[in-house]
């Protein structure tokens, strides 16, 4: 996940994260879901140069609707999410991936949820 998505994953993830990967044709995208405190959901953020200080509310995971829902991703259209995104690149890479994030802060543990794409 690292090399390919560019994506960094903090040790306070492995115990809890899940993920899925979509491959058809030219499109490659890969799910990730993983619950942590706030210093974890903040390490990774950090790790991955997201920047929280202006996210959107969103009604509903930001994602394909059906997606998820094999995998017990919440289909509640009424559940808020913090939902921000950005475009994450690695020197020496010659890909760049589109991450789109939603983080429910109001669980006790913050539950993140990831689509990441690549461009």
């Not at 899940?18 to 990774?44: H, I, K, N, P, W």
């Not at 950005?86 to 990831?114: M, N, Q």
Request: aromatic share 12%; hydrophobic share 35%; net charge neutral.
């Amino acid at each position: 996940m690292q090399d390919y998505y560019h994506l960094q994953l903090p040790a306070c993830t492995q115990n809890t994260i899940r993920y899925a990967q979509y491959v058809q044709m030219t499109t490659d995208s890969l799910y990730v879901r993983f619950t942590g405190d706030d210093a974890c959901v903040g390490e990774f953020l950090a790790a991955n140069h997201l920047d929280v200080k202006q996210p959107r509310t969103t009604k509903g995971l930001p994602f394909q609707p059906a997606f998820g829902k094999d995998y017990g991703w919440p289909q509640d259209t009424t559940r808020q999410f913090a939902t921000l995104g950005g475009t994450l690149t690695t020197p020496g890479k010659s890909s760049l991936v589109d991450v789109l994030i939603a983080i429910d802060y109001a669980a006790a543990a913050r539950e993140v949820y990831l689509r990441a794409g690549i461009l």
